[in-house]
Every structure is written in C-alpha cells, then in structure tokens.
C-alpha cells in the first residue's frame, strides 16, 4: 500500500470526493518514455491536452502512433485467421516482457508476410482441386452421355441392317471437323461440356434455346452432392451439361452465354480410350494435390498456433505503447526542445506515490536529470473522483448516469446503497418472490469469476454488472415481503397467532363475519386474519397510503439537509439562510405536519379525517376542528405552520438575489483582490464568487431565483405526490399475485385431475416467473430510480462535474483500440 506523508492511504470516503490538485510534470525527453509508462501503471494522473490546437499529424509522436495502427491491423488479421481456424487464443504466453516495440514490428511483419504466401498457396492449390474435381465429374458423367447415346445407336442400327459387320458399330458416334475427309458428305457437329449451378439451369438452358433458335441439343443431369465452386470456393449444387451444335457461330454464341451465367467449361473428347486414360490421370492428380493442401493447412495450423501462444502478450505491447505515445503527444516541447512539460489532475494522497515513480522512471531510463514535480494553483473545477469497490460501484453507476457530482459535493451514492434497494422492495414486497431473486443472484456472483471474463448478452450483462444490487434488493424485498406477510400472496403465521378469532362457535367464514380481538397484537408485520377478508383491501391502501407520504417525507427532508452540508462545506452561509432555512420550514409545515398527523392518528386510534384537516388548514384555519382533533392547541399549531409556509416563500425568493447585487457592488467599488489561496478554499467560496470576473446581471439572477422558488414550492406538492406510487405498484404487485395464486394454482388444484394439475403449476411458474420476477422486477426498479433522480437528488445535487479519467494500462482491456 503507498504511502502518503509517512501515512497509508486514506480510507474509502464515498460521502465527498477524493481531493484533487493540478501538477506539473517537467520531465527529459531521454525518460518520457518511461515516465509515461509508469505513471500508466499506477493510473492516477488524468492529463491535460496541451497541443488541442494541433491536428493529430502535426504532433511529434504521430510517426509511432501510425506504426502502432499498423501493428494492431496485423493483430486483428491473425485473429480473424485463428478464428475462422477455430484455434484459441492461449492466455499463458510465452513472449518476453520487455521485447522491444522495433522487435515486435519486425517479428509481426515476418509472421503476416509468411501467413499470407500460405494462405496464397493453399487458395491456388483449393482451387486447382476444385476445378480437377469438377472436371473428373465432367468426365464421368458426360462419358455416361455418350456410352449411352452409343449403345442406343448400335441397337437401332442392328434394327435397320442386321448384317452390317460389327466393326462398323465400333466406329465413333460424333467427329470433330479436323477428322472429316469429306467435308461435302457429312456434318460437323461439336460440343460443349462445363457445370452450371442448378438454380440458374433452366434459364441457362432456355437462353441458350432461343439464341440458338432451337439448333442445338442439350443434355443435363444433377449431381447428387454438392461441389466447392473454384471461384467462390463455396459448396453449390451443380448440373453437368453437353451442348450439342453445329458450325462456329453457334459455338461463339453458345460460350458466351456461358460465360454471362458463370459456367465451369472443361474440354472433352468423344474417345472412350482417352476418356479412361484423362479420368485416371485427373484422379492422380487429385490424390497429391489432396496430399500437398493437407501439409500446407497443417503448416498454417501450426503457424497459426504459434501466433496464438503470443498473442495476448503482443497485443497487450502494442496498446500499451499507442496509449504511451498517445499521452506523449498531449505534451508540450519546451523551447530548449530538450524536455516535455506535462500537467494532469491527481489525488492528493497519491503525490508520494507519483513522486516514487518518476524518480524510478528517472533511474531506469539512467536519465541525468530526474523529472521535476509541482503543484499549481487554479481556479478550475477538478475532476470527480470517487474510489469504489465492485460493491459500491453499481450504486455509484446509478447516480453518475443522471449526473457526476460536482468536486467534492455532497454524493447521493451514499444513501442510495440503501434507500435505492428499500424504496424497491416496498413496491415489490413479497418474501417469495425475494427469495427467488436472491437466490438468482447468489447463482450469478457464484460464477462471478467466470462471468467476469465472458462476453454476455445485454440483459445478462446488465444483471451481472448490478448483481449487488439485486442483491440488496431482494434482501430488502424479503424483509418488507414478511411484514406485508405475503408469499406469494399467501400469509403464513411465522412469529406467532394471530391476534383476531372468529365472534362466536357459529362464525366459520371469516369472509363475511367480523372477527374479534383475542390476545395481543401479531409481534411482526401484518396480521395473516386480515388476508381474504372484506377490510383487507381498505386496510392495506391506508396503510401503504400514509406509510409512502411518511418516506417521502423522511427521503426529501434527508436531500435538504444533505443541502445544508454542501453549503455548510463550501461556506455559502447565503444559501443556508435562504435556501435550506425556509425549505425546510415550507416543506414540514405542510407535509411533515401531515406526517405528525399520520403517526398521531395510528397511535391514538383516532377516527380523525387527515383529507379534511389538511384542506380546511388552508380554506378555513380559524374554524374549530371538533371530532377531527388529535391533540391540545392544535389549531394554534396549525396556524403558526400555516403562517410559517406562507413567510417562508419570499423568504426564499428576494433576499438571496438583493444581497448578491449588493455584494457586487461593494467589491467593485473597492476595487481589491485577494491572493488566492494555497487551501481547497481556493477551489470554492459562495456561490456568487464563480462569477467575480463576470458582468452582473440582476435580472438574470432574479429570474434563476424565481424560478428555483416556484420549482420547490410545485415540487413539494407533486413530489410527495410522486412517492405514492410505493403505495400503488406494491398493491398491483400483490393483486397480480393474488391472481396468478387464486385463478391458475388453485383453480387446477380444483379440478382433482393430475394433468390439469400439471399444467395449472406450469402456468404459474411461468407467469410468476414472467410476470412478477422480471416484468415487475424492472418496473419497480425504475420506479425506485425516478423517486431517487427526481424527488430526492433534485433537493440538493448538481451533478455539473466531469469524471477523473485516468491514464490507466489498467483500464486499456475495456476500451476498444482503433487503427
């Protein structure tokens, strides 16, 4: 663990980010190299682009980049041949650490030159296979043709003139033109012979038809298995043909029409010797070309897992060197062009750790003189940075995507790793169902080791990305499902009786005979008596009605207080006079006086209408309350609240803007500037010091303050009205379970038939499955992630800042490297 000021590294604090300062780096071009290296290895140093007005060819380390592209295309080329090679990459390499970047190039320029001439030679060699294949076909089965069209002869002509002497048959059937001695007395007749692919057979057969006007004789026959196409190197079913004709000019027309529709043409004589004596030369041929393309693909394979056992090892050389010179070209030269000067944000806990690598860098790299490091002062905002752990982190990716906090402000994360999940599972509260996602979720961190290193779909990927999450959502669904008492729907009587019997030794139907108190009150969660009976719905709606205004209540008091230690922290006391003062009187005057209302109802037992005093509080405060009284003076208290609310509005409206125009003019006309400060204070002050250098505009700032009033005063009101939809999604949860339970499980189980039975609970699993463990499941989570965005962050969070990114080889395995 590094050390900082003699210290260890201050704890994880998520509550306010880390603190930050702007360092400068003067470091000799001899071990910028290696500087960058190692501050890659530790990552924490975001740096500055201080060459934003240079193109990328323009900057000094452009060359390196460009040969790091080229290396990287090579990478990909051997990937993509391992990949259609069905080899693995192996994750144990073998290759040196410190190879050169000079040696790799050469070595991936050697192994690319080598891996192409055999991939060369092997397509030449596939494809004079395949053309020797199809031609062997060719020989065959045109052969057939002709075998047959003999046999056929000798028969009809045994018909006609039976003593003809047998040799006369033997003559050839079909001459070539070069053969005929007496031009005048016989006809020349020619052929064709080739392949067409079956698809376009019939269209080649009719082209040739009407081109030819009819004046030729053509012959197919389909071959029973597909053949590798020499040009495409593709298995396509083919048709081997012959093309009868007569005279040139058909033969021209006939090869071109073959040549339009692509057709294998291969060269065939009518002679049954030389027939015989080409199909066993073709098959010889064949036999070493199958031989010779056998030892080339075991070349390429053997060469191709050469690559593999180094491939990880160089691809991880050459990112690592393109993010080195990449950061390299941020830098800027210094005018004696002997060093490079380099500014970054880093931790502050970090700077003994930095200050040891560059010294080692220094040392490595047998540089005369080390890098020198310092510390400037600015006014600029810092970057956020927030260390988390792989549990905190999915909770902090759940803030950072409606807006990263602003530095060092107040960080909703914190709060949000339980009320997120609590807010969830009172909208999905069933201990089932809770059961069922935790033990999916046990399943998924279970592997967690496996899956972190596979490629998973978009959903899988995000569950497994927010597995703590879930994780803490069904943990919490579990609790609210016991005190709702409901698995999957059904209550069950776990922490003792229930409390209520039936009236009398006559009541059987609890459904429709009211029931009586008869020992104390169930320890935990709600009676199991109330399920099935007519008051169970009006029960639960209240109950769930007043518990959601009394957390949203709590949740918004908790954002304007977490405001009044971000103004308390950057010492902006104008905003806790006038901001975090009367919000919180506005907002308890009403709602968390409706809140007092709500506990004071359920612990006296009083019928008291809460509807009607919170509207008479405003249309009649004076008039006496009679039946709907909770407590002593309470039209007093009502009164002073009311009068409270209605102060508090302008209290938040007009000073904030008239102090601010004040304080404007006081500091120009004494014209004085501070010297700025060596402490974080630097960094912060009241909110109207971001705009000292600025022009005041007082309408501007009157109109802003405006309309930041009437955001909160509308906000109260709706916001406490947006937290009833805990209320609403946890009474459609539990009717949709009641349902599922009632009209699928216990309907089958009715019927007293096993098969209906089956399906009955098949039905079931799937619907609650389907249904209320991922269709439920995600409308509860962004329900939980509106309340939290909306109604709680909007009470005190910025979220204008930038996020810390910084130089890290770590983080080069995520980030997809282009050419």
């Known amino acids: 663990m590094a050390k900082h000021g003699g210290g260890c590294i201050p704890p994880m604090d998520l509550f306010r980010s880390e603190a930050m300062h702007l360092v400068q780096l003067i470091v000799p071009i001899e071990s910028a190299h290696l500087t960058v290296s190692y501050l890659g290895d530790i990552g924490l140093i975001q740096f500055k682009d201080l060459n934003a007005e240079k193109s990328p060819f323009q900057r000094t380390y452009a060359s390196q980049i460009k040969r790091c592209g080229e290396m990287t295309r090579k990478l990909r080329f051997f990937n993509d041949q391992m990949s259609k090679a069905g ?7 073998v ?81 070539d033109h070069e053969s005929s001695h007496d031009l005048s007395k016989q006809v020349r007749l020619g052929f064709v012979t080739g392949l067409v692919p079956k698809e376009k057979a019939m269209a080649f057969e009719r082209i040739i038809f009407r081109a030819t006007r009819g004046n030729v004789l053509l012959r197919q026959v389909a071959l029973e298995e597909a053949v590798v196409d020499p040009t495409s190197g593709q298995k396509v079913q083919k048709n081997i043909f012959v093309v009868f004709f007569s005279g040139e000019r058909l033969k021209s027309k006939i090869v ?48 191709l897992r050469r690559i593999g056992e180094q491939y990880e090892q160089w691809n991880q050389v050459v990112h690592k060197e393109k993010s080195i010179y990449h950061i390299l070209n941020m830098l800027s030269i210094d005018v004696t062009k002997k060093c490079l000067v380099a500014e970054g944000w880093s931790p502050k806990y970090a700077t003994k750790k930095i200050q040891n690598a560059l010294q080692q860098a220094a040392i490595d790299s047998s540089s005369q003189v080390g890098t020198i490091f310092r510390v400037l002062h600015t006014k600029k905002l810092p970057p956020t940075y927030f260390r988390t752990n792989k549990f905190t982190e999915s909770f902090q990716a759940i803030v950072d995507a409606y807006g990263v906090a602003k530095y060092q402000e107040a960080n909703p994360g914190v709060f949000t790793v339980v009320t997120f999940p609590f807010l969830f599972a009172v909208m999905f509260g069933d201990w089932g169902h809770g059961i069922c996602l935790l033990l999916a979720t046990l399943y ?125 922290y950057f010492r902006n006391f104008l905003n806790i006079w006038f901001q975090f003062i009367p919000q919180m009187i506005f907002l308890n005057g009403l709602f968390g006086y409706l809140s007092l209302l709500i ?12 509807y009607h005093i919170m509207i008479y509080m405003f249309l009649s405060p004076t008039d006496d309350l009679g039946e709907n009284q909770l407590f002593e003076n309470q039209k007093t208290v009502q009164l002073v609240l ?22 404007h003019k006081t500091r120009h006309q004494d014209e004085s500037y501070a010297l700025l400060d060596d402490n974080d204070d630097s960094l912060h002050g009241e909110a109207d010091r971001d705009s000292d250098d600025q022009e005041f505009e007082f309408s501007e700032v009157f109109v802003h303050q405006l309309i930041h009033t009437i955001e909160f005063v509308l906000g109260a009101v709706s916001n406490t009205a947006s937290y009833l939809r805990l209320w609403a ?25 096993v098969i209906i039975l089956i399906v009955g609970i098949i039905v079931f699993i799937f619907a609650t499955a389907g249904v209320l463990l991922v269709m439920e499941t995600l409308s509860a989570f962004l329900h939980a992630l509106r309340l939290h965005w909306v109604e709680f962050q909007n009470k005190f969070y910025e979220g204008d800042g930038y996020k810390f990114r910084p130089f890290s080889f770590a983080l080069l395995n995520n980030e997809d490297e282009s050419s």
């Not at 506990?599 to 809460?610: E, F, H, I, P, R």
């Open 87 to 93: 080899i693995t990459r192996s994750s144990k390499s």
């Open 444 to 568: 998924i961190i279970s592997k967690e080791k496996k899956f972190s290193g596979q490629k998973l779909g978009d959903i899988m990927e995000m569950a497994f990305g927010g597995r703590y999450v879930i994780l803490l959502m069904s943990i919490f669904s579990i609790y609210t499902g016991l005190i709702y008492n409901e698995f999957f729907s059904v209550p069950f009587a776990l922490f003792g009786p229930s409390a209520y019997a039936c009236r009398d030794a006559s009541c059987s139907d609890s459904t429709t005979v009211g029931l009586v108190k008869v020992r104390d009150t169930y320890p935990f969660g709600v009676d199991p008596s109330w399920h099935g009976t007519r008051s169970e719905l009006p029960f639960l709606n209240s109950l769930k009605m007043k518990m959601s205004i009394l957390l949203g209540v709590a949740q918004m008091n908790l954002g304007i207080m977490l405001s009044f230690f971000n103004a308390l």
């Open 95 to 175: 290759a040196r650490a410190d190879m050169h970047l000079e040696d790799l190039e050469a070595k991936l320029g050697e192994l690319e030159a080598e891996l192409i001439e055999v991939n060369a030679n092997n397509e030449k060699l596939q494809h004079g296979y395949s053309e020797l294949t199809e031609y062997k076909l060719v020989l065959q089965k045109a052969g057939e043709f002709f075998k047959d069209a003999q046999i056929s002869a000798s028969a009809r002509q045994k018909e006609i003139s039976p003593d003809l002497p047998a040799e006369s048959l033997a003559t050839p059937l079909l001459k």
């Open 642 to 663: 009311l009068l409270l609310s209605l102060i508090a509005v302008p209290w938040m409206l007009l000073p904030k803007p008239y102090i601010l125009k004040a304080r």
């Open 599 to 610: 506990v004071a109802k359920w612990y006296t037992g009083s019928k008291a209408d809460l």
């Open 729 to 753: 999604l946890s009474l459609a949860h539990s009717e949709l379970s009641a349902v599922f339970y009632e009209k699928v499980l216990l309907l089958a189980w009715g019927y007293n038939n």
């Open 256 to 303: 071109k029409i073959s040549e339009a529709f692509a057709v294998n043409r291969y060269p065939f004589t009518e002679d049954m010797g030389k027939q015989t004596q080409m199909i066993t030369e073709v098959s010889g041929r064949l036999s070493e070309l199958k031989m010779t393309i056998e030892a080339g693909l075991q070349h390429r394979g053997t060469l």
